[in-house]
């Protein structure tokens, strides 16, 4: 086992801020990015916490990064805002993003926001989960840097290409989850290779292009593939068309062209959808879904978990989170 | 090999058209419902073709199915449309939700057609693909009867809950897919059950909760998986929702429970979703994409090949198609 030190969440909490102020972001977009990144561990979800700091410290120290910014609304149609998110990262577009979202789906029904010029390296459930405590579905994605082949080639070309979804429970937790296309996410291939862990079979091919359980010869060099083969890979494929065909931001290849390589996140797209079930639905949709979860959760076998659950199981305990203490050293060296 | 007999589309359009009518359908649906079987047999999707039309027969002839049906269309808001199907097959509801629904997202960027009372048993692409083919992005799901099981659970309880997607790209073929978040399609087990071929490992379980790779151990009282682990689960819990919890219909598990069980198609409900790159793309949409399609199209390997690419490459020939034998002589009996 590696190595961990128990910090409190206010812990977390300050180093995040601290170290993002020091690299040059302003106090306001500190406090945004501490936030997320502090609930991540808070819930349990380690490859989207700390372990993403020092990527963070890398693109402000960069300039990539802007660490002042200050993303911009243009509500284009009553159903469609764009956002402009100013080169800084995803969350500070977020913080402007879902409100003018939530407002538009609550009014027509359904509503789209589109992210462009935005850093995306954290977990994508926060801003779904965020819709949903508004009582609306949502769905997310975000591309990436090339880092999955998809089915047929045997080169990066797709990024994890996350997918997101949360459905509204009003008066309970949100049914919420978010799932990489690829075959794993990179920050758990990423976490699997510091750890000295295998990975599944299908997971990826190494550098020769051949297949490999060995989550550094995938890192270094070689590339992950999609989950489920060909139906990963069409919807790797939708994510990148929503994320840079429909924002008009770069398709994940074009992201790698054009990025100064200083290792911190890339530039990319957000595709966010929101629907209302008040204004769509016909029935009671509240103890129609109601019904439906108990139903689910009442199968035969090992146990169906709803999405989130364990998150939000996770959220209620103050305890010290551990965490890994190579990170720490790492983010100290910043 | 199974015995076939080669039919030209015209003879496979008038075969589905007579029996529809004989069945009880009037003759505006029939046509539609026969273009739709010709359709997927002149694109070589045999699974969704004259393979259907038992079914369509015989929920026609319960009653079940309304052969006279005009579906409703209902604008709530500029984003979004409610279509009562009026008891009757998909695509007479596709035949008036797909151009309102294309008039909206035309208008505002972004538009759901939220279909309830209708029962689906055909293709989910060619939906898709007339949206795409008016310039949109378009995503539809559609839920059924319990026949995968959830994740941790070894009891049917999600339809196969097909996802389709489809992206515009004007002057070429637009891009197109439809999967089932089942590990396979059941027309598809069907199909190879009625072929005496074996399925992948992971397909499905027996009736003892076994892994099978025996299709008629999974079509006989067994189930069939998700594709991809948890991953598909998620997403075909996402159809579910979409489908039954935002329409208002019911729930693949309610579906079954109201079903007259005479074999024909089940009642349930259709989310479509209609997207305007045109309003919310910020650049050369159209050029920035088509790159996109080249790019993917020349990666290394043993070839990426476009969705809906073979589709419409066996659209192009006017030979007549191979007809399995023993099908037609089951027609025949209606």
Same mark, same amino acid.
């Given at each position: 086992?590696?190595?961990?030190?128990? #910090?409190?969440?206010?812990?977390?909490?300050?180093?995040? +801020?601290?170290?993002?102020?020091?690299?040059?972001?302003?106090?306001?977009?500190?406090?945004?990015?501490?936030?997320?990144?502090?609930?991540?561990?808070?819930?349990?979800?380690?490859?989207?916490?700390?372990?993403?700091?020092?990527?963070?410290?890398?693109?402000?120290?960069?300039?990539?990064?802007?660490?002042?910014? &200050?993303?911009?609304?243009?509500?284009?149609?009553?159903? +469609?805002?764009?956002?402009?998110?100013?080169?800084?990262?995803?969350?500070?577009?977020?913080?402007?993003?879902?409100?003018?979202?939530?407002?538009?789906?609550?009014?027509?029904?359904?509503?789209?926001?589109?992210?462009?010029?935005? +850093?995306?390296?954290?977990?994508?459930?926060?801003?779904?989960?965020?819709?949903?405590?508004?009582?609306?579905?949502?769905?997310?994605?975000?591309?990436?840097?090339?880092?999955?082949?998809?089915?047929?080639?045997? !080169?990066?070309?797709?990024?994890?290409?996350?997918?997101?979804?949360?459905?509204? &429970?009003?008066?309970?937790?949100?049914?919420?989850?978010? #799932?990489?296309?690829?075959?794993?996410?990179?920050?758990?291939?990423?976490?699997?290779?510091?750890?000295? !862990?295998?990975?599944?079979?299908?997971?990826?091919?190494?550098?020769?292009?051949?297949?490999?359980?060995?989550?550094?010869?995938?890192?270094?060099?070689?590339?992950?593939?999609?989950?489920?083969?060909?139906?990963?890979?069409?919807?790797? #494929? #939708?994510?990148?068309?929503?994320?840079?065909?429909?924002?008009?931001?770069?398709?994940?290849?074009?992201?790698?062209?054009?990025?100064?390589?200083?290792?911190?996140?890339?530039?990319?797209?957000?595709?966010?959808?929101?629907?209302?079930?008040?204004?769509?639905?016909?029935?009671?949709?509240?103890?129609?879904?109601?019904?439906?979860?108990?139903?689910?959760?009442?199968?035969?076998?090992?146990?169906?978990?709803?999405?989130?659950? &364990?998150?939000? !199981?996770?959220?209620?305990?103050?305890?010290?989170? !551990?965490?890994?203490?190579?990170?720490?050293?790492?983010?100290?060296?910043?």
């Amino acid at each position: 086992m590696a190595k961990t030190k128990a #910090m409190l969440l206010e812990e977390i909490y300050k180093l995040a +801020f601290t170290k993002l102020v020091e690299a040059g972001s302003d106090e306001h977009n500190a406090s945004i990015l501490s936030t997320v990144l502090r609930n991540a561990e808070r819930d349990g979800s380690h490859s989207h916490g700390l372990f993403r700091l020092p990527a963070y410290l890398t693109g402000l120290k960069s300039g990539k990064i802007n660490g002042n910014a &200050r993303a911009t609304i243009n509500e284009i149609t009553p159903s +469609f805002v764009r956002v402009d998110g100013k080169q800084g990262l995803a969350p500070t577009a977020h913080n402007v993003a879902v409100p003018a979202l939530v407002t538009a789906a609550q009014k027509t029904g359904v509503a789209i926001a589109a992210i462009h010029r935005c +850093f995306h390296m954290a977990a994508l459930w926060p801003e779904v989960e965020a819709i949903a405590e508004k009582g609306l579905a949502a769905i997310a994605c975000t591309n990436y840097m090339p880092s999955v082949a998809p089915a047929g080639a045997n !080169k990066a070309f797709f990024g994890t290409n996350p997918i997101a979804f949360a459905w509204p &429970r009003p008066g309970k937790t949100p049914v919420v989850y978010d #799932m990489a296309t690829a075959a794993m996410a990179l920050g758990d291939v990423q976490v699997a290779a510091r750890d000295g !862990k295998k990975v599944p079979e299908g997971t990826g091919l190494d550098s020769d292009g051949q297949p490999t359980i060995e989550p550094s010869a995938i890192v270094k060099g070689g590339v992950l593939l999609p989950f489920g083969g060909y139906k990963g890979s069409g919807l790797s #494929m #939708m994510v990148e068309l929503l994320t840079a065909g429909l924002t008009g931001e770069t398709f994940s290849d074009e992201t790698k062209a054009q990025d100064n390589a200083d290792g911190g996140p890339p530039i990319g797209g957000q595709f966010l959808l929101a629907m209302s079930p008040e204004i769509i639905a016909i029935d009671d949709w509240q103890e129609h879904c109601d019904s439906f979860f108990e139903r689910i959760s009442g199968l035969p076998g090992e146990g169906v978990r709803l999405p989130g659950e &364990r998150r939000h !199981k996770n959220r209620l305990s103050d305890a010290p989170r !551990k965490i890994n203490l190579e990170l720490l050293e790492k983010i100290a060296l910043f």
